[in-house]
């Protein structure tokens, strides 16, 4: 495997995406020492204006449909964090491929001497106990955007092999903490919605695979978040350009297991708000799949942010947007 990096200093950096949760967190990071281009169609005035006041030269651009044939070889990496967000099955298919699949390949087209960084999805990989971790096989595609995000990394796999362009995949999963809270899939906060409008969270007592292997459990009350602070989330995103390498490294990325139950509790700590549960008694205990986070430790280290300081931000954001009080 051929690997080499760069130190993200003085660099000229194009982020794909860069509206979205990580993409802005990771585009505000690297301004701070680097040239940096965000791409995207900027439906977001607030966003645009944080990204230039930061320094970033936004540029807007369809990078479903709109030609690429401008785009120079000229950058040193290309963190691609486009996404096309799961539609109703009318929609159809060609925007989410577009986006989540095909842009990848011509992004390493048009600049095949940057390093290349593919913002995947956790829901590529089959979640089957005990164990998931980056050799887990992928799923039987039940859906269009884990689908399409799976022939981004193919791409991404195929042309580094066959060019020589380094690369990484990161698979994200519940990526938080952001300002942005009308973005379609933040499941943080998501929960804490469901909290503060009095839903009742049924949770089923269940089995949590442990780490390293996955073979010791233990009891736990629901399903098991593991959120990542969208600033974490951006600071191993830079730290990937390091490793990357040909063929790809593929790396899970995102923060503990938390049981619901005790998520549950610290949100409504933080948000001072009763929350309702009712346990779901079943005739025997599912097993809950270990996420291995031993590669992600590794090549680019770990989440910071624990939950409870990203729950009392995210209550800051939702205090200044007039959501709570």
Partial sequence: MKKGGVALKEKNILIPGASGQIGEALALALAKDNTVTGMARFGSEAVRKRLEN????????????????????????????????PGPPERGVDVP????????????????????IFGSTMSVPDNVPPLIDEETPTRRQSNTYSSTKLVGESLAVHLSR???IKAAILRYMWPCGSRQLRVPYDALLGVVRQALQGDTFK????????????L?????????????HVDDGAALTIKAAAIAATPPEIIHVFGPQIPMSE???????????????????????????????????RLLGE????????????R??????????
């Avoid at 320094?55 to 950058?75: P, T």
């Avoid at 095909?102 to 940057?114: D, N």
């Avoid at 549950?264 to 809950?288: D, G, H, R």
């Fill in 162 to 164: 066959e060019r020589g």
């Fill in 216 to 228: 010791q459990t233990r009891e736990i009350s629901g399903s098991t978040p593991t959120p990542l």
């Fill in 203 to 214: 949770l089923e007592p269940s089995l949590l695979c442990l780490p390293p292997d996955g």
């Fill in 316 to 325: 800051s954001y939702m205090q200044e947007s007039g959501e709570v009080v």
């Fill in 54 to 85: 930061a320094g970033v030269r936004a540029v807007v651009r369809d990078l479903a449909a709109d030609d690429l044939a401008d785009l120079k070889d000229e950058y040193d990496v290309v963190f691609n964090q486009a996404v096309d967000w």
């Fill in 263 to 297: 998520a549950l509790a610290e949100i409504a700590s933080v948000f001072e708000v009763k929350v309702n549960t009712e346990i779901v008694e079943q005739s025997e205990k599912k097993l809950v799949a270990c996420y291995n986070t031993a590669k992600m430790k």
């Fill in 303 to 314: 989440q910071t942010i624990p939950l409870r300081q990203i729950l009392e931000q995210l």
């Fill in 97 to 116: 491929l577009a986006m989540n699949g095909y842009l990848q390949g011509r992004l390493m087209e048009r600049c095949p001497s940057a390093i290349h």
